[in-house]
């Protein structure tokens, strides 16, 4: 009998599988043609890390510092032969299924214009725009040419929010919804080391919208629609302050948003003055609550009878694990994204919102959302 007929065969059986389970999963689809368009928003530090571009194939960039490109493409290893001057120069030469814009809020209106008519999907870093009007525009225009517009925020992919998410809304652990309180911010985008070309935008108010208003609170508005369904507020009540005027002295630096709900309540607490980094969401239901305390770490209380737990919530699964991979599924047609946090239907709630909030922030009263 020849042996090897039976030991090839059993060796194989055992080697195979064990080099198989090193190997990281590709996705089932081809790589989407990607171009980055902007490198002034400190986010793009996300997409150009080569463990985030599974999925993706980024072919242009479009910046027209060339000392800041320079600089990425040492960092990053990309050619500066793909780096372009500006966003009509790039479509000539190139042709990218997807764009993804890391310019400034203001910015976000020019890519859609540009790139939508020509078929190219488009994700934006939060929020989707400056204001309603540009919001609308944008929508109306991905629409027309039947593209998806997305929005991209670092919270959309905590295991703990989607948790909190899977506990109140899908399995009603925490009875109806009462009061949604969410934390966002830092200690300023100059007090943490915010390269100078972010902070250059970010703190006037004709690129950005505001301060820590639209900075941090659009992660708020964001998840408030999300957990109440899509439902809009009735209501919209701000209040701003300049804490810190000689550092930031064209646009707030805290702000307090209040939305108000048939049966319920959202407070956003958006602050580039709290002592330390914050992303936590807490939902109160009419019986228990769930709050988030980073990513992954959760506690929950579902009575008064019973004690106060703390999880660990599962990671997201892939594409759902980062907005690279999850923008190239939806592109592909694998994943529909209608109802999650990146769609344009929450974003366009939220953007009601933030200018309910300005407003109210502006005149001191009340604003209604129709």
């Known amino acids: 009998m020849n042996l090897s007929l039976i030991i090839y065969p059993l060796i194989l059986g055992i080697i195979l599988p064990l080099f198989s389970r090193g190997q990281t999963k590709k996705p089932t689809f081809l790589p989407v043609k990607t171009a980055v368009i902007g490198l002034v928003h400190t986010h793009v530090h996300g997409i150009l890390n080569p463990e985030n571009q599974e999925g993706i194939d980024i072919i242009a960039i479009v910046e027209p510092n060339r000392s800041l490109a320079k600089q990425y493409a040492e960092q990053y290893g990309f050619s500066m032969s793909i780096v372009y001057p500006d966003i009509e120069s790039m479509l000539a030469a190139t042709q990218p299924e997807l764009v993804t814009a890391f310019n400034t809020i203001y910015g976000h209106l020019e890519v859609v214009e540009k790139c939508a008519p020509k078929g190219i999907h488009v994700m934006v870093e939060k929020p989707l725009a400056i204001s309603s ?176 737990k703390e999880i660990m919530a599962p990671e997201r699964p892939k594409p759902f694990h980062n907005p690279y991979t999850y923008m190239a599924a939806v592109v592909r047609g694998k994943v529909d994204p209608k109802g999650s946090l990146s769609s344009l239907e929450n974003n366009l709630i939220v953007m009601e919102i933030l200018d309910a909030a300005r407003a109210s922030a502006k005149t001191g009263q009340l604003i209604p959302i129709e």
């Open 133 to 308: 009007e540009h919001a609308k525009k944008m929508a109306e225009l991905a629409r027309e040419y039947e593209v998806h517009l997305l929005t991209n925020y670092e919270t959309t992919w905590y295991g703990s929010n989607h948790y909190a998410y899977k506990g109140t809304v899908d399995e009603g652990m925490i009875g109806e919804v009462r009061k949604i309180v969410v934390h966002d911010g830092h200690p300023g985008p100059i007090e943490i080391g915010c390269p100078p070309e972010f902070v250059e935008w970010l703190c006037k108010p004709e690129w950005n919208g505001g301060g820590a208003i639209t900075d941090f609170g659009c992660y708020g508005a964001n998840l408030s629609t999300w957990l109440m369904k899509g439902e809009k507020p009735q209501a919209v009540l701000a209040m701003t302050q300049q804490i810190k005027p000689d550092i930031y002295p064209e646009v707030d630096d805290e702000a307090t948003i209040i939305l108000t709900y048939p049966k319920a309540q959202a407070i956003i607490q958006a602050s580039w003055n709290w002592p330390v980094n914050r992303k936590d969401l807490h939902v109160y239901g009419k019986t228990g609550y769930i709050h988030t305390i980073d990513g992954r770490r959760v506690r929950v209380r579902l009575s008064e009878a019973d004690p106060e």
